[in-house]
């Protein structure tokens, strides 16, 4: 198997061309977009080898994905399983609950989970908003995408929505906790915006009792 080849980039690409080049596979082979199609069983042979071809070269590259292994498909507990992976790290106070969804786009969101986890907020984000469905689990990782971006209240806000939208979720639910606690000690969110007063005081905090190993500024 030649990497390159499959992802339809050059031997010297960047590491930003290779993900670019994903991304735009994972949107256009994704079986989700073949449920009624003869062909879903050709997307999914082609998703395997693209993200295999993926994972080789961004481990060459010495940014390993740490979910450890490739999407599947019709499989909840595979889902789970990458996402347990990619949440690993968390930090102390955390419960570490995490969610094991494996609905509409878990492909997506289980990647979404391994960028934030490694810290590229900007691949996250573009792998989020090339998704087309505004559901829980998206709310929650666009959340998490904020804070690790410094916009704290916009990321309360949208895991507030997660909550909302899910309340039986206990990963949902254990990072509001968090992130509540975080708000009654500082009290300096501001009433509108996406920035706390006092953005030292309340990033700590949060780093310590929400998502430390994946959120914190490196």
């Known amino acids: ?73 019709g499989s909840a507990g595979s889902a789970g399983s990458a996402y347990g992976s990619a949440y690993s790290s968390y930090g102390s106070g955390y419960s ?44 929650f990782l666009y959340g998490m995408c904020c804070y690790r971006n410094g916009q704290y209240a916009r990321a309360y806000e949208y895991i507030s929505r997660a909550c909302t939208m899910d309340p039986a979720n206990a990963e949902y639910s254990s990072a509001m906790s968090s992130m509540r606690g975080a708000y009654d000690t500082t009290r300096t969110w501001t009433s509108a915006g996406n920035d706390l007063s006092s953005c030292g005081i309340c990033s700590s905090i949060l780093c310590a009792n929400l998502l430390c190993s994946c959120c914190c500024r490196r």
């Open 96 to 139: 570490g609950r995490q969610s094991y969804y494996s609905g509409q786009y878990a492909a997506e969101f289980s990647r979404v989970r391994s960028f934030i986890n490694r810290g590229e907020i900007a691949a996250a984000l573009s792998l989020l908003n090339s998704v087309p469905v505004r559901n829980a689990e998206w709310c």
């Open 1 to 73: 198997m030649n990497p390159y080849e499959i992802l339809g980039v050059s031997p010297g690409a960047s590491d930003e061309d290779i993900r670019a080049a994903y991304m735009a596979l994972v949107k256009k082979y994704h079986p989700d977009r073949y449920q009624d199609s003869a062909l879903k069983k050709q997307a999914e042979d082609k998703m395997k080898q693209i993200n295999a071809a993926y994972d080789l070269l961004t481990k060459k590259a010495g940014g390993a994905d740490q979910s450890g292994s490739s999407y599947s498909y």
